[in-house]
């Protein structure tokens, strides 16, 4: 019987598990922390967002990077799938909007439960508080695994050690350094999925406000990147929400970054004129300063006046149409300057890892060292939000776990 170590007990690696397993090959779990699928607890809010049911091809629209490498993976463990498995385990699962797929429950802790049944049921074992220092190698063999407590010879190894983003979950990038020491290229991490931190002061005084239905323009070194439109959120230090965390994903070097919001992006300059005028015109002797409050919350409003160069005390009917058309381009593109991102401890996940051209697609078997597999956010393969992240833990760690116990 093929024994085979798994490194790391988050959703790549347990998945992984279940098929080693089931292939009827002996295998050992080996998680350095004191429970399994700590990151999962945090997903989706505490709901695990844990896959996305759009149609396959859909998908891929969403992977950003390693789009290619993923197809086999994914083709070979779907989001059906993948909820079939679930429901195999005894958990119900629903879609929301965007097709994002959550437990019934809105529990992430069930996700956990039933990958957790899954392995019972297929006998693996599992090693809790006992992390993995090495991997032995022979001529180019994987031939064991060293622990902080003990040595375990092998015939494979998966490793599934995540990225470096929340590093309290466990996933702190030791994967790499011990890739690295086998002859492994990783492409450098960096946070992803991230909020950004803004060199403007006045986002402080609007922490907390989040704004939807906005459109998000994203220029690096002043060239238009990215166009989103949706949800985004003030925070004390920057600015957070889907459409920035999406943002995020195009930026590599924090230089010259720059976000502008359009307010109002159902009107255009013309018509924002117009309705300014209008509410202008209920009240002519009104102060500049307490004539926006119609047209967008109050601390965004107060916000707008500052930055607009009005006198905040000027009455409206005296406002002339040159200040007007800059109010209007105010609103229609608000500048938030972009000192960098807020860092791996609060990045959804980590791009760069290990680089892609050095692991088979179809197996997840590393090209350098035989007999070691990789899967999860520890390969340089990363998606937008939706549930698509881990759906690529869970396909790349089912792809690893049956070839692991194949060959
Ligand atoms: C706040 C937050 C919310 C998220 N929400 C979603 C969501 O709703 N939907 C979605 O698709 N994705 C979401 N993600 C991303 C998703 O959680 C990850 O992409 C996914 O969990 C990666 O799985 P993984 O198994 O590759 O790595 P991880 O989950 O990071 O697991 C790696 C494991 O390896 C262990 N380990 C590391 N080194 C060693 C070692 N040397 N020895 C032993 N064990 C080791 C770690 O302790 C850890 O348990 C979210 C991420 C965060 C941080």
Not at 2 to 10: A, D, L, T, V
Not at 238 to 255: A, D, N, R, W
Not at 349 to 376: C, R
Request: net charge neutral.
């Amino acid at each position: 019987m093929k024994s085979i170590i798994i490194i790391g007990g988050g959703a790549a690696g347990m998945m992984a598990s279940v098929f080693a397993a089931r292939g009827g090959s002996d295998v050992t779990l080996i998680e350095s922390n004191e429970k399994l699928g700590k990151k999962i607890y945090i997903t989706g809010k505490g709901r695990c967002n844990y896959t996305n049911a759009a149609d396959t091809e859909d998908f891929f629209n969403s992977v950003f990077e390693g789009k290619r490498f993923s197809y086999s993976a994914v083709y070979g463990f779907d989001s059906s799938m993948l909820m079939d498995l679930f429901a195999e385990a005894g958990m119900k699962s629903k879609v929301e909007r965007g097709g994002r797929v959550f437990p019934a429950s809105d529990k992430a802790s069930d996700v956990t439960k039933a990958l957790r049944k899954l392995m019972d049921d297929a006998g693996v074992k599992v090693r809790l508080n006992e992390k993995v220092e090495d991997i032995v190698v022979e001529d180019g063999e994987v031939k064991a695994v060293k622990t902080d407590s003990g040595m375990y010879s092998c015939d494979a190894v998966i490793l599934a050690t995540g990225g470096k983003s929340y590093p309290t979950t466990g996933s702190d990038g030791n994967g790499y350094s011990l890739l690295k020491r086998l002859g492994h290229t990783i492409e450098t991490p960096r946070p992803a999925l991230v909020p950004f931190v803004a060199k403007d002061k006045w986002v402080e005084s609007l922490a907390g406000l989040s704004l939807v239905n906005v459109e998000g323009s994203l220029y690096v070194d002043g060239k238009l990147t990215d166009r989103r439109f949706g949800e985004m959120l003030f925070t004390h230090k920057g600015i957070s929400g889907p459409i920035v965390l999406t943002m995020s994903c195009f930026v590599k070097e924090y230089k010259n970054v720059l976000v502008t919001i359009d307010l109002k992006p159902a009107l255009s300059k013309e018509t924002l004129d117009k309705r300014i005028l209008k509410d202008f015109s209920e009240n002519t002797n009104r102060e500049f300063k307490n004539s926006l409050d119609k047209l967008m919350p109050k601390s965004l409003a107060k916000v707008v006046v500052d930055l607009s160069g009005i006198s905040p005390t000027k009455k409206v009917n005296q406002i002339t149409t040159k200040e007007r058309e800059e109010l209007v381009n105010l609103i229609k593109a608000l500048p938030v300057h972009i000192s960098s991102d807020a860092g791996f401890k609060e990045a959804i996940i980590t791009t760069g890892g290990v680089k892609l051209k050095e692991v088979n697609p179809s197996t997840m078997e590393s090209k350098i060292v035989k007999g070691l597999y990789l899967a999860g956010e520890v390969l340089n393969l990363h998606a937008f939000t939706g549930g698509y992240n881990l759906q690529l833990a869970f396909s790349t760690g089912h792809s690893a776990g049956v070839a692991a116990s194949e060959e």
